[in-house]
């Protein structure tokens, strides 16, 4: 975790050139007339606290001369200094994603990001509990993330934790877009899994549950195919819930991947 500074013509060499021989800093040169600047300030003051480096405001109002030594023509102008070299950043505001692929770039990593490279090492060990017990710990300290949730909930999932991972996936509303479609396809998957320790007795019902079954253990093309002849052979078949389900697994994969093209396709000619 970094910290943001103000910085002026007095204390730059100090706060800024010498301590960038130990930490990289960002000197966010602004204006308090300009609307961008105001826009980007709370990004950037969310971001330090986030990721280790250090922030420097230099108002270029107050210190004409360190705009001039830098050549600042427009603003916000974000340079990057490191082991006391000042290089170019970028110039006007960027949104939060770009501001982070731009912090990628310099190989910081946010607390967020090294909490889920520790859960990834305990997955990998198998140890699903210290890996439940992490999550937990992230969701705590970034509860408006919901991609956070989405990735919990679905480790969850998979561990067999669906009371946990309903709550998260309850907390994600239709007016998120960007989430809400992948949470209904995680929603469904609980559901598979209930199907699953009980199955119907009806043929159709069987061959439903191990296509759930599969689909749970992420071997989707067989699933894919059972769930595609439970269409051809009775689409009314449980409120139309092989096609559903199919439309689930396309979330799941994304509409790139090979396997949502093709049954995308089959599932089209079938329909229609």
Request: proline residues 3%.
């Amino acid at each position: 975790m970094g910290y943001s500074i103000e910085v002026n013509s007095a204390n730059f060499a100090a706060e800024v050139l010498q301590k960038s021989n130990e930490q990289i800093i960002l000197v966010d040169f602004f204006a308090t007339w300009c609307g961008p600047c105001q826009l980007m300030k709370p990004l950037l003051e969310k971001l330090v606290k986030e990721y280790d480096f250090i922030l420097a405001k230099v108002d270029i109002d107050k210190n004409p001369d360190l705009a001039n030594t830098y050549n600042i023509e427009g603003v916000p102008d974000v340079r990057i200094v490191d082991r006391g070299e000042v290089q170019p950043g970028f110039v006007g505001a960027l949104n939060e994603n770009q501001l982070r692929q731009v912090l990628a770039q310099l190989n910081l990593k946010s607390e967020l990001e090294k909490g889920l490279a520790n859960i990834e090492i305990a997955i990998a060990s198998e140890d699903f509990d210290r890996a439940c017990d992490l999550f937990k710990q992230l969701l705590e300290n970034y509860p408006h993330r919901p991609d956070l949730s989405l990735q919990a909930a679905e480790f969850f999932i998979e561990v067999h934790r669906t009371d946990e991972a309903s709550k998260l996936l309850a907390g994600i509303s239709e007016d998120q877009r960007e989430y809400y479609s992948y949470s209904q396809a995680l929603r469904q998957l609980i559901e598979f899994e209930a199907i699953v320790q009980n199955p119907g007795t009806g043929e159709l019902d069987q061959r439903y549950a191990e296509a759930c079954r599969l689909t749970l253990e992420k071997d989707y093309e067989p699933a894919l195919k059972i769930f595609l002849d439970i269409v051809t052979t009775n689409r009314s078949y449980n409120n139309d819930a092989a096609r559903k389900a199919m439309l689930t697994v396309f979330e799941l994969l994304g509409d790139q991947d090979l396997l949502t093209k093709e049954y995308r396709k089959r599932l089209m000619l079938q329909l229609y």
